[in-house]
């Protein structure tokens, strides 16, 4: 296994993190989820691109849309 095939495993942890912490009750643990929403969704982009994974990688940027949506209206509240 190659060094970026390891990617999988932080973008899952922080995938995991992520849900986690936007669950929260508490806007800045929204907040902070939505942030590490999006570094996953980069590391699943670039284990995306290494795999070939076309789908995978669309998916992560339409999810990273919703979670810049996700951020300004955890700002707005």
Known sequence: MDLL????????A???A???LV???DK???NVG???FLLSNVL???WGIHTDAWALIALQVCLAAL?????FKTEET
């Open 28 to 30: 800045s643990r929204r």
């Open 18 to 20: 992520a849900a986690w």
């Open 67 to 71: 979670n810049v949506r996700g951020l």
């Open 44 to 46: 699943w982009v670039v």
């Open 5 to 12: 095939s390891l990617i999988q495993w932080p973008a899952f």
């Open 23 to 25: 669950a929260s009750r």
């Open 34 to 36: 939505f942030w590490i």
């Open 14 to 16: 922080a995938s995991l």
